[in-house]
């Protein structure tokens, strides 16, 4: 299997990969959090030390260290993307949001508080918008707290729910077809670079995990975009439901 097939693999459908066990022990382990990037960070350190090691000894059987690496990326980010959800207090959907997620890193989708008119947005059902961040006590009298997110603006355009993405099969085939090609689209030259110096003692090491660094910190920025907007806004073309 060649590269751009080997990611495909790896774009599709992470949140389905975890199996109920893992939903468990991950929520529970994003509920311990108040901190987004404590979190972010812990997640993050998982991926580039797997990097370095496996770039790090060279020769050919880097390689198949390499290989294993990628599959550790795909293991640990769907973790660190939903367990922000958790922090934030959204209603996390394990088999949907992934998917949202990898929409906005690949630029199929944009997270907004507005739904532009000709544009088509998702919008999933009971999201709380925004993170509580502190509720302060004055006096006996409890004040309200603040919030990152921000509340839904204009919209224009249409709106539909998850639940009728997910009724048709068609359009969520198609959607997420595009999110998979415009995703190995933008990682191939990275893991191009990642396999290019893997036989280089060290110096693929180094490469290595900065690419598992840019990697799993983009993902988990479009995530903190996703549960702190209210819609992904797509063109009609690409979400036709």
Known sequence: MGLQETLAQLFKDWGQ??????????????????????????????VVTSGVAAGSTGGPWSYAAIAADLL???KVAPLGCLGIGYIY??????????NMIM???????????????NKIALKAS???VGKLIGVSTYFGLTMFPKTTGKVAGKVAGKVVGKTVLKSS???????LAKIVDKAVAKVIAKAA???????????GGVVSG??????????MKAAEQYYSNPYVVFDENDLAV
């Open 17 to 46: 990969d975890l199996n109920s066990q893992e939903r468990v022990a991950l929520q529970k382990d994003a509920s311990g959090y108040t901190d987004v990037e404590a979190w972010k960070a812990k997640h993050i350190a998982m």
């Open 72 to 74: 550790w990326c795909r």
């Open 89 to 98: 207090g959204s209603d996390v959907d394990i088999d949907h949001d992934m």
């Open 103 to 117: 929409a906005i890193w690949a630029g199929v989708g944009v997270a907004s508080t507005d739904v532009p008119i």
């Open 126 to 128: 009971s999201k709380t």
């Open 169 to 175: 099969s068609k359009a969520l085939s198609k959607l």
């Open 193 to 203: 670079t990642k396999v290019g110096v893997g036989w280089i003692p060290i110096v």
């Open 210 to 219: 900065g690419i598992n660094w840019w990697l799993l910190s983009s993902i």
